[in-house]
Each structure stands twice: as C-alpha cells, then as structure tokens.
C-alpha cells in the first residue's frame, strides 16, 4: 500500500520503497544514530505522564529510546508509511507504544494533545510548503509551554561540512536544511526561544536539534 495523502512530495524512509529493509542497519551502523537520539532524549526533559509524539517514527528506533527511557511517558509513533509502522510495531511488541498512521502536514490529533513533540530526519524529506504546514501543526497539536524538538539536516559549521553539502544538498529537499531555514520555518508557525542547542558532525552532513517551546 503507498500512502496517500496531501503532501506535495512523499520521500520513503531511504527514498526507495525496496530500501526500506536495510533503514536500521545503516542508521546504526554508519551513522551511529544512538549517538545523536540520546541526546535528543536528553534534551527532551520528558516528565512521567507527559504525551509525547514521535512524528515521522519509521522504524520506531527514537520511539523505543524513548519510552525505555520515560517508562511512565504516554508515547506515540506516527508515520505515513505502513511500511516501517509494521517495523515498528514488530520492534516493539511488550510495550505499550501507540503507534499510528498519519502525515505531517495534517496530523490527525486534536488540538493541545501532547507536551513534546520530536521529529528525527524527517522533516529533510519534506517540500518547502509542506515544512511549513508541518511545524503549523505541531504548534496546533501541542499544548501550551509544549516543546518541540527537530533533529535534522542543519547549516554547516565548518570548511569540512560545507565541503560534505555540495552533494547531499541535491538529495531528496535538504537544501532548506543546509541553509539554515528550518530555525526560520519554526519561528514562522509561532514558536518563541527557537534555538539551535546542538549540531553534530555524520558521515551523511551536519545534523542539528532545533528546540522552542509554544507559547514564549
Ligand atoms: C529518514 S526516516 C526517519 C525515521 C526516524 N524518525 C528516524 O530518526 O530514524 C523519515 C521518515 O519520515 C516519514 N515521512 C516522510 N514524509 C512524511 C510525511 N509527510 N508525513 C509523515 N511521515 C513522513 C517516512 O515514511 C520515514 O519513515
């Protein structure tokens, strides 16, 4: 089943539906994603009974991290593509994960649903346009003084990383990332205190966690 939705664009976990099945070992084989999700959980100061959404989950590697970490955390992965949802819900069998099927640019949760949203390698795989309908709707779905925390693409800091985006920026719609607009598209959908509070340096460019709060 491919899914179906209103986003102008929808990019697969590795672009190519049949690559699906090598996500995980990539992930965390050459790109040591522990490293980086780690610290996104950190960050993420998640309290017990807190409702936390792990938009874009794939394969529900983030989402697990999480709820091991939060056991008391009402977590949920959403992804548009059933594909890595059955991954997910196979990873996580024992666990009182939710996961559902759903797109970024029209999450289907009310309004004020969750205290933390994160969003790992996602919103890279996104149009302009739907970036932006994107973080709308997580400042729709978050409750009041709810944070959000993207992980992604971001501007590069050095000769080395502005060196590595001369290829990745053609790739899929990371060009937005590596110019530095995702902290812009934040702000935009009415976020306040948007700050970059970490970069790191992978095999594949830069990567950076944006954190804001709704409501400052
Ligand atoms: C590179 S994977 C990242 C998966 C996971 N968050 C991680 O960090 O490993 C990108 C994921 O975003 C999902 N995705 C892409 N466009 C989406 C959209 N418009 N709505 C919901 N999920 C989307 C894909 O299905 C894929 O699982």
Known sequence: ?????????????????????????LLKWIMREETFKRRLIRLANIQPNM???DLGCGTGTL?????????NANVTGMDGDPDVLKIARDKSRGTDIQWDRGFASSLPYPDSTFDRVVTSL???????????????EIFRVLKPRGELYVLDFGAPHSTLTRFMITYMRRLEETAD??????????AEAGFGGVK?????????????????????
């Open 63 to 71: 989402t697990l991290m999480l709820k091991r970490a939060h056991p």
């Open 51 to 53: 409702s936390v959404l």
């Open 1 to 25: 089943m491919s899914p179906v939705s209103n986003e102008k664009r929808y990019i697969p976990a590795l672009s190519f539906r049949w690559l699906t099945p090598l996500y995980d070992p």
């Open 196 to 216: 970059e509070a970490e970069n790191f340096v992978t095999v594949f460019g830069p990567l950076s966690i944006i954190q804001t709060v709704k409501g400052v």
């Open 122 to 136: 996602v919103i890279h795989h996104l149009v302009t346009d739907d970036k932006r309908r994107a973080f709308k």
């Open 177 to 186: 990332n590596f110019d530095g607009l995702i902290p812009r598209f934040v």
